[in-house]
């Protein structure tokens, strides 16, 4: 049994390397392909038994850190992007006024 809970914690450590991987090249639609899948494997890895999962709580703990600096990233891109939209957004009004006033 402890073998797929190693299993499931290398495809889960993988899984967060590539959204990591996602955000910083803001592919929006791979990123939720991948949540979806990192929630997978999490509901796979939380059906074993928790005596097992016991063992494995250094692990757990790492992945738990390492999902959480991955939900930072990506709430710090959203806000990025939502500050470019809306200079985008002034940029456009600063353009029309200017059209408008010539």
Do not use: C, W
Not at 20 to 38: F, G, P, T, V, W
Not at 74 to 84: C, M, N, S, V, Y
């Amino acid at each position: 049994m402890s073998s797929i809970i190693i299993q499931l914690l290398g495809e889960l450590q993988q899984t967060q390397l590539e959204i990591q991987s996602a955000i910083k090249n803001s592919e929006h639609e791979l990123i939720k392909q991948l949540d979806k899948q990192r929630l997978m494997q999490l509901k796979v890895l939380f059906s074993q038994p928790t005596d097992e999962l016991a063992g494995f709580l250094p692990q757990l703990k790492k992945l738990e850190n390492t999902a959480l600096g991955i939900n930072k990233n990506a709430q710090l891109a959203l806000d990025e992007l939502k500050q470019a939209v809306v200079k985008h957004k002034n940029s456009l009004k600063g353009v029309k006024k200017y059209q408008l006033n010539r």
